[in-house]
């Protein structure tokens, strides 16, 4: 059984570009959750996807998107990067929606200068 | 006012110590998971509770619907228990997390 692995590791984007970050969900899983935790803070929940679908969304604004594929792996899209984007990106990946324990992955930290 | 308040912020404990985390909430709330982070960044989850109580090896985890309250019990605290400690809640479609509370256990 594979844990749920995200791409890449760390990321330098300068304000004002486009990032794309991948979530690999452990096998069998079929709900993806996004968090975005800033340095000496806790996550904070950017959404969640079940099967294919939106299924909650935290208060980021709209440039932040997401997609969830076939195959239950998601990706995180941040248009018009921010300095305050910069911070740790986590995924986790759960069976049935959220009642389900959650599966992270070991992050995507993401610095724009 | 954060949906989900921990305390203590910091927690420094001998080997061997029982230790309690608190964490209070003001949503209404489906479940609540305990969570792990070492440094670094890997979050492990530690329980999912909706009610009552939880044990696993030596941590237990209590919640009061109620008063809106769980606590997060070390028993036999050891060094490997050092890491920042996190409460969540699902309330409806949202997730909500405390800011942690960052444990060292001195041998």
């Known amino acids: 059984e594979t844990g749920v692995t995200q791409s890449p590791t760390h990321l330098i984007k300068t304000r004002g570009q486009q990032v794309t970050l991948r979530c690999s969900s452990q096998?069998?899983?079929?709900?993806v959750s996004w968090y975005q935790q800033a340095l000496g803070q806790g996550p904070q929940f950017i959404f969640q996807y079940y099967r294919e679908e939106e299924n909650g969304r935290g208060n980021f604004p709209p440039r932040f998107s997401g997609l969830q594929f076939p195959n239950y792996s998601s990706e995180l899209n941040v248009n018009a990067l921010e300095l305050d984007d910069s911070a740790l990106y986590l995924c986790?990946?759960?069976?049935?929606?959220?009642?389900?324990?959650?599966?992270f992955g070991p992050g995507t930290r993401l610095l724009v200068l | 006012k954060n949906e989900v308040e921990q305390s203590p912020q910091n927690l420094t404990a001998q080997e061997g110590e029982f230790i309690t985390i608190n964490c209070s909430y003001s949503v209404g709330i489906s479940a609540l998971h305990w969570l792990q982070q070492h440094p670094g960044g890997g979050i492990v989850s530690l329980f999912m509770l909706s009610s009552g109580k939880k044990k696993h090896g030596r941590l237990i985890a209590t919640i009061n619907i109620q008063e809106k309250h769980s606590s997060l019990h070390i028993t036999a605290s050891h060094p490997r228990d050092s890491a920042v400690y996190i409460c969540a809640v699902r309330s409806g479609n949202q997730f909500y997390f405390g800011t942690g509370t960052s444990l060292t256990v001195i041998p």
């Open positions: 986790a990946s759960s069976w049935g929606g959220t009642m389900e324990t959650q599966y």
């Open positions: 096998s069998g899983h079929n709900t």
